[in-house]
T-cell receptor
Framework: KAGVTQTPRYLIKTRGQQVTLSCSPI?????VSWYQQTPGQGLQFLFE???????NKGNFPGRFSGRQFSNSRSEMNVSTLELGDSALYLC?????????????FGPGTRLLVL | KQEVTQIPAALSVPEGENLVLNCSFT??????LQWFRQDPGKGLTSLLL?????REQTSGRLNASLDKSSGRSTLYIAASQPGDSATYLC???????????FGKGTRLSVIA
């Protein structure tokens, strides 16, 4: 099976712009989670989607939003970019099966905001 | 609110040494605990997942233990190799479909 894929892998944006990141989960996985990773804060949970519905949301401002499509692919959008949004954005997919909810991560999208 | 701590933040050992990485969490009402490996600039690779009802899991040279009552988990790496050099992250999932809460990781360097 192909793993989790994320596009693009690298992005450079300027303050005030917006950005959309894409995640394709492992085939058959219906849950997609997004995380932001920075050197100072580590990995922080953004949101989780399951069957096109947002199931959990982390403590991020409304500039961060996401959605999931019927084929389980997910996108996250960040509007009005700030310098502090520079980070590695990781997507993970899983398929709950009797409690063995291992999360499988993609390679990430590295966003640099100038 | 669940908090996960990993000590030490960095560790350097000679090749061949057995080592233990530590993870502690504040709320023992967990669903499972997962250990991940992250190579520089890359995503995370799942190493081991321990359900709350389990005491340990093993995969090759890796063994993870869980002591829910004390809020601790350890990752034991036997006969370390330079290829084991990476950051190791511990993550806890609480009860009730909650998201993973990660520690900040231990950066391991195995010197040949």
């Amino acid at each position: 099976k192909a793993g989790v894929t994320q596009t693009p892998r690298y992005l450079i944006k300027t303050r005030g712009q917006q950005v959309t990141l894409s995640c394709s989960p492992i085939s058959g996985h219906r849950s997609v989670s997004w995380y932001q990773q920075t050197p100072g804060q580590g990995l922080q949970f953004l949101f989780e989607y399951f069957s096109e519905t947002q199931r959990n949301k982390g403590n991020f401002p409304g500039r961060f939003s996401g959605r999931q499509f019927s084929n389980s692919r997910s996108e996250m959008n960040v509007s009005t970019l700030e310098l502090g949004d520079s980070a590695l954005y990781l997507c993970a997919s899983s398929q709950p099966t009797g409690g063995q909810e291992t999360q499988y991560f993609g390679p990430g999208t590295r966003l640099l905001v100038l | 609110k669940q908090e996960v701590t990993q000590i030490p933040a960095a560790l350097s050992v000679p090749e061949g040494e057995n080592l233990v990485l530590n993870c502690s969490f504040t709320d023992s009402a967990i669903y499972n605990l997962q250990w991940f490996r992250q190579d520089p600039g890359k995503g995370l690779t799942s190493l081991l997942l321990i359900q709350s009802s389990q005491r340990e899991q093993t995969s090759g040279r890796l063994n993870a233990s869980l002591d829910k009552s004390s809020g601790r988990s350890t990752l034991y790496i036997a006969a370390s190799q330079p290829g084991d050099s990476a950051t190791y992250l511990c993550a806890v999932r609480d009860l009730g479909n909650t998201p993973l809460v990660f520690g900040k990781g231990t950066r391991l360097s195995v010197i040949a």
